[in-house]
């Protein structure tokens, strides 16, 4: 017998669990116009799932909720969003919520790499990446667990962190601040939020190649980079797919605060 005291369980929306899919799940996908959001996308709606997707580039957007409504059965939608702004943070998730009749697992993806030497950097660089990797994360969190929580279902939550939340890398250092705040947020809000049933979860990817950092690993300092990798490549997208629907899906319905790391190794090899 559940006590009136335990947290809410999410169901699929004919009441049915759906295991480890997403079939019928309502799932919006921040920073969606490429790479790893993209993908997520892509991922979500071949699992069945209703899919928004979300970013700033708005003609990526639409192209990608035109291929995604092209495949057969995919319902899907585009929406503008500045994860900055906590104005459009608001007006994206409330227009999901319109569309879709409720949230039931928002993948934090958003996300921007602010590269270069701390001392040689612009001084609003750190501003803009924390704004957008953290700030925005925590906005986008917030508006989607005060959606999951008045319509009493509960949740689940991913945050896109980094094996840079663990771990340094030059060059990166702002960066690698707005990730380690990422993974201290995942748990933070996976203890408060347990008790509406919304889990909160991290994905810590290692070194993927994707349009954010395409041809660095084709140079001298990227090639030395990939022979710090236990096993010695670069993750593939598709290494990112079970870890990814385990964390999004019913697989870990009694997992909270948890960062899994997918990086082949690297967080283990010596500094």
């Known amino acids: 017998?559940?006590?009136?005291?335990?947290?809410?369980?999410?169901?699929?929306?004919?009441?049915?669990?759906?295991?480890?899919?997403?079939?019928?799940?309502r799932v919006l996908v921040t920073g969606a116009s490429s790479g790893l959001g993209e993908h997520f996308a892509r991922l979500c709606a071949a699992n069945g799932a209703r899919v928004a997707v979300a970013a700033r580039r708005r003609e990526r957007i639409d192209a990608l909720t035109e291929s995604l409504i092209g495949s057969a059965?995919?319902?899907?939608?585009?929406?503008?969003?500045?994860?900055?702004?906590?104005?459009?943070?608001?007006?994206c998730v409330a227009g999901v919520v319109e569309r879709f009749?409720?949230?039931d697992v928002l993948v934090n993806n958003a996300g921007i790499s602010g590269a270069g030497p701390a001392l040689d950097q612009?001084?609003?660089?750190?501003?803009?990446?924390?704004?957008?990797?953290?700030?925005?994360?925590?906005?986008?969190?917030?508006?989607a667990a005060?959606?999951?929580?008045?319509?009493?279902t509960g949740g689940s939550i991913v945050n896109i962190a980094s094996i840079l939340g663990f771990r340094q890398a030059t060059g990166l250092a702002a960066y690698s601040v707005s990730k380690a705040g990422v993974v201290q947020m995942t748990k933070a809000l996976a203890l408060e939020w347990a008790r509406y049933g919304i889990r909160v979860n991290g994905l810590a990817p290692g070194y993927f190649e994707t349009e954010i950092n395409s041809g660095f690993f084709e140079t001298e300092a990227g090639e030395k980079m990939m022979k710090r990798i236990p096993m010695r490549r670069l993750g593939r997208l598709e290494d990112l797919d079970a870890p990814f629907l385990l964390l999004a899906g019913?697989?870990?319905?009694?997992?909270?605060?948890?960062?899994?790391t997918v990086d082949g190794g690297h967080v283990l090899s010596t500094l």
């Open 1 to 25: 017998m559940q006590s009136a005291d335990q947290a809410p369980q999410a169901a699929a929306p004919d009441g049915k669990s759906n295991g480890q899919g997403l079939a019928g799940r």
């Open 73 to 91: 059965g995919v319902d899907a939608a585009g929406f503008s969003l500045d994860v900055t702004d906590r104005e459009s943070v608001d007006a």
């Open 250 to 260: 019913d697989g870990s319905a009694f997992m909270t605060g948890t960062i899994l």
């Open 101 to 103: 009749g409720g949230i």
């Open 122 to 143: 612009e001084r609003d660089t750190f501003d803009q990446v924390i704004d957008t990797n953290l700030r925005g994360v925590w906005a986008t969190a917030l508006a």
């Open 146 to 152: 005060e959606s999951m929580r008045r319509e009493g």
